[in-house]
T-cell receptor, first 115, second 115 residues
Framework: AQSVTQLGSHVSVSEGALVLLRCNYSSSVPPYLFWYVQYPNQGLQLLLKYTSAATLVKGINGFEAEFKKSETSFHLTKPSAHMSDAAEYFC?????????????FGSGTQLTVLP | NAGVTQTPKFQVLKTGQSMTLQCAQD?????MYWYRQDPGMGLRLIYY???????DKGEVPNGYNVSRLNKREFSLRLESAAPSQTSVYFC??????????????FGPGTRLTVL
């Protein structure tokens, strides 16, 4: 079965500091992986996705993630945090089940950016 | 182009009452999904519809029913609400290409409280 684990339900960084949000996956086949962001009282917005074309994936708002097969990881990073990055971040793995692709989400990481 | 819309935004029910959550998308997507989001648990799939005329159970279908009314609309019904169904409900849609990194797009959510 495919699943994802997000290490750290809460992460705090100072404005301007590096953001690192961790995601490890479990999959018996090459995975399709996603990062979504959820701002307060809003729906989920796609940040980036891994399509197997390149191991380093660039997304919106300066975020990027690197797929590391040897570590079964897909960690999300941003070099310099901004106050507007405060949100909840979800890692997800896509799998073909039944008649459609389904997403299995991690439990989420709440990012707080301190002034 | 509104994307995925959901109504209502908020709802309070008493135990045993019924209600229907509405979802519509204007992206000509084939697949639609209903999730619930609970603290610390990420998003869990309730039901999905791979294409117009089909529906399938997800991870947590008990207590819910769905209807794919047409290609645009996918409703979620609670026949007899229970406090355990207090949650935030999200609808999503995707092209539904089983062979690709099919991307799901989310609505703004419905916050449901069952007393």
């Amino acid at each position: 079965a495919q699943s994802v684990t997000q290490l750290g339900s809460h992460v705090s960084v100072s404005e301007g500091a590096l953001v690192l949000l961790r995601c490890n996956y479990s999959s018996s086949v090459p995975p399709y992986l996603f990062w979504y962001v959820q701002y307060p009282n809003q729906g989920l917005q796609l940040l980036l996705k891994y399509t197997s074309a390149a191991t380093l994936v660039k997304g919106i708002n300066g975020f990027e993630a690197e797929f590391k097969k040897s570590e079964t990881s897909f960690h999300l990073t941003k070099p310099s945090a901004h106050m507007s990055d405060a949100a909840e971040y979800f890692c997800a793995v896509s799998r073909l089940r039944g008649s459609a692709r389904q997403l299995t989400f991690g439990s989420g990481t709440q990012l707080t950016v301190l002034p | 182009n509104a994307g995925v819309t959901q109504t209502p935004k908020f709802q309070v029910l008493k135990t045993g009452q019924s209600m229907t959550l509405q979802c519509a998308q204007d992206m000509n997507h084939n697949s639609m999904y209903w999730y619930r989001q609970d603290p610390g648990m990420g998003l869990r799939l309730i039901y999905y519809s791979a294409s117009e005329g089909t529906t399938d159970k997800g991870e947590v279908p008990n207590g819910y029913n769905v209807s794919r009314l047409n290609k645009r609309e996918f409703s979620l019904r609670l026949e007899s609400a229970a406090p355990s169904q207090t949650s935030v409900y999200f609808c999503a849609s995707s092209v539904g290409d089983r062979g690709s990194t099919d991307t799901q797009y989310f609505g703004p959510g419905t916050r449901l409280t069952v007393l």
